[in-house]
């Protein structure tokens, strides 16, 4: 079974991934995750000087967040070096709270146009199999992705994301991918010429991802102006179609408001929610003092709040439950003989 005909209804064969998907989403189905997995730029809202940075203002800043606002989330992002094994260990994140975490490894590049070197790695000894020992829910890779890349460039990243997708699917662990467009060259993201470049990737590298294998997909907004609420909308419905499965919004660094708006517009093309991070915290993260750390994670638990509302009634479900009357014949009996396989 791929992952494209994984279905938003339960059946006796996906009970382990909707188990899951079910951790990471609210009673209506959508998902609101809280992302703090973020590297080096997380660093960087302390000092320039990331040699100045300790792991433990680090790890102590990261579960702060956590602490506040994983309680305002139906699911957190979490990283293997500063947040995920300390925040299970510190107790911050309460247990009926998903936990999601990225299989990727992220080499720093301050140079670059996005902060990263934009090749597709893995992070060694962090794969599908690890998360699901240690009880996280999803598995999150990133992509960064053109779809006028090199056609060799194109099949690897395809393959990669095939093949972790077969390691999620035997465990019944969904697989979110995040393709991210990235500018070239003298390429001026204000440029009609490159937004128009930049929607078609988003949308195309939606669909591919998707039917490489992802279960859900976690996209960036297909266009930059907001002013144009008409364009929005359209590339909105493009976006859901071409997905043709769950979605969710990513902030990409745009500010609260603007994310906000953008939610407001994807909830009325299908969107199942959101995985957002620096457009929520921003406020919080930093060297500040208690005060201003408290009140900024106030915000940020209060921005999440309007986010729900934002979605509640709106969007599509990750997933739908199956009606108690009907549960009985769907799955029978004998179920639990054939669910897992391999």
């Known amino acids: 079974m791929t992952a494209l005909s994984t279905p938003r209804v339960p059946t006796p064969s996906t009970i382990g991934l909707h188990r899951r998907l079910a951790r990471i989403c609210d009673a209506a189905g959508h998902i609101r995750t809280m992302a703090i997995d ?24 990261k579960l702060d967040m956590l602490r506040v606002l994983s309680r305002h989330a139906t699911s957190v992002l979490v990283d293997p070096v ?12 309460p247990g009926d ?5 990225g299989i990727e490894d992220l080499y720093y590049r301050p140079d670059s146009a996005v902060g990263f070197d934009t090749g597709l790695h893995l992070k060694e000894g962090w794969g599908p199999q690890v998360l699901a020992t240690l009880g996280a829910d999803a598995a999150k890779l990133v992509v960064f992705h053109r779809e ?25 662990m969904p697989l979110v991918v995040e393709p991210l467009w990235f500018p070239t060259g003298d390429e001026d993201t204000a440029d009609p010429t490159v937004q128009r470049v930049r929607r078609s990737s988003v949308l195309a590298s939606a669909r591919s991802f998707r039917e490489a294998g992802a ?22 419905a493009a976006l859901d179609e071409a997905v043709s499965g769950p979605w969710v919004l990513l902030s990409a660094g745009v500010t609260y408001e603007g ?23 921003g ?13 900024g994670a106030d915000l940020a638990a209060r921005r999440l709040d309007e986010l729900a509302e934002v979605l509640e009634g709106r969007g599509a479900p990750a997933f739908t439950p199956v ?20």
């Open 215 to 236: 279960d859900i997909m976690k996209v960036e907004f297909p266009v930059l102006d907001l002013d144009d609420l008409d364009a929005a909308h359209e590339a909105c």
């Open 97 to 101: 709270v998903g936990v999601i975490s």
């Open 148 to 172: 006028d890349q090199p056609a060799e460039v194109v099949e690897q990243q395809h393959a990669v994301v095939a093949d972790a997708a077969a390691q999620c699917r035997a465990l019944q």
């Open 323 to 342: 009606d108690p009357a009907e549960v009985a014949a769907l799955v029978g009996p004998d179920w639990y003989r054939g669910a897992v396989t391999g």
């Open 283 to 295: 406020d919080a993260v930093g060297r500040m003092d208690a005060t201003a750390r408290a009140a």
């Open 259 to 281: 994310f906000r708006t953008q939610l407001d517009v994807a909830a009325d093309h299908g969107c199942s929610g959101f995985m957002a991070g620096r457009a929520i915290w």
């Open 38 to 61: 973020h590297p080096e730029n997380y660093l960087r809202l302390f000092d320039a000087d990331l040699d100045a940075v300790s792991f433990e203002e680090v790890v102590e800043s």
């Open 82 to 93: 500063w947040s995920f094994g300390q925040s299970v260990a510190a107790g911050v994140v």
